[in-house]
């Protein structure tokens, strides 16, 4: 694997969630695979858990990880080619990246989308510019559109579900449903989700959300989608919850519903449904205390196999680096 932004990145799905979940029987089997090599984390914006697990990750390879919180501690960075750079901007990252590329031998950046303009935030503009300007492999910890390593933990903790569970010889159905937010919230996660779904293809993949919420297709080919919550919960296997604003509208919240929060009543019909969630999660506006806390939430196991993703992506990533 030469970098991680998305699943096209990935040569088999499959194969990349069976070495997650032989990290997490065995953590060190690979421990000396990134002696020697140094990577850097970028945190243009807050993070908790791909901060630490992806730290963690790196360090059961044997790598040294470094990590810097750029939008408390670093120069305002300029990505405008061109720009006067008379105002707030002081580094531009034709000049910040390159050292960068020097200083480490993996670059990992978490980058949020401005959603004011949906043109440069869907062109992935800072991205593309680290990737660009740095030449080294980057992974993104999250960037404008898309959230691969979020995307990846949670189709390994639907496999492992489906093991524990047994239920191997059906599709599954999978359920990406909208919920309420108090304030506009990214399109990367539901996006991406879409995308590692759609592109897995091993389960009945339904999304339901509000009118005017509609993903960009470029995510959900292959997908049912509908306005109808409660049809759509019917049969359900899993139930991936999560806000975004709109898309259409873009960076707008169009909808205050608050009956499209997910609780019991809702899964009654549903195959005895596991709920998922990425978190942070603002409990009773997204999701009830009852289903957070119930027996069938995944959120924990699914926050914790974050280490899991993020060991078995950097070790295809030192695979390649290791055969030049
Ligand atoms: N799910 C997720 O990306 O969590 P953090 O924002 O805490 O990293």
């Avoid at 730290?55 to 390879?61: F, S, T, V």
């Avoid at 189709?155 to 304030?183: C, G, M, Q, R, Y």
Wanted: a negative charge.
């Amino acid at each position: 694997m030469k970098q991680f932004i998305s699943v096209k990145d990935v040569n088999d799905i499959n194969t990349l969630v069976k070495r997650a979940l032989a990290y997490k029987a065995d953590p060190l089997i690979d421990k000396t695979l990134g002696a020697n090599k140094r990577i850097g984390l970028l945190f243009l914006n807050p993070s908790l858990r791909t901060r630490l697990s992806t730290q963690l990750a790196a360090q059961n390879l044997g790598m040294e990880p470094i990590v810097f919180n750029v939008d408390k501690e670093g120069w305002a960075l300029e990505f405008t080619e061109g720009a006067i750079m008379n105002g707030t901007t002081v580094e531009h990252i034709k000049d910040a990246a390159p050292i960068l590329g020097n200083y480490f031998d993996v670059l990992c950046i978490r980058t949020f989308p401005s959603l004011q303009n949906r043109e440069d935030d869907y062109a992935e503009k800072i991205i593309h510019q680290f990737i660009k300007h740095a030449a080294i492999p980057v992974i993104s910890l999250e960037s404008a559109t898309l959230h691969p390593l979020q995307s990846l933990t949670d189709l390994i903790t639907i496999n492992e579900s489906l093991t524990e569970s047994k239920i191997l010889n059906k599709k599954p159905k999978v359920v990406l449903t909208w919920a309420p937010h108090i304030k506009p919230i990214p399109q990367c996660v539901a996006n991406s989700f879409s995308e590692w779904m759609t592109t897995w293809g091993e389960a009945d993949f339904v999304i339901t959300h509000p009118e005017g919420y509609e993903l960009s297709e470029d995510y959900t080919k292959g997908a049912t989608i509908t306005n109808n919550q409660e049809a759509a919960l019917k049969d359900a296997d899993f139930v991936y919850v999560k806000n975004w604003s709109s898309f259409k509208e873009y960076g707008k919240v169009t909808c205050t519903d608050e009956n499209w929060m997910l609780t019991n009543a809702k899964l009654a019909n549903s195959n005895n449904a596991k709920v998922m969630h990425c978190l942070p999660v603002r409990r009773n506006v997204e999701l009830s205390d009852e289903v957070l806390d119930g027996a069938n939430s995944l959120v924990t196991k699914e926050a914790s196999n974050r280490v899991w993703a993020a060991q078995a992506v950097l070790a295809e990533i030192l695979e390649t680096l290791n055969k030049k």
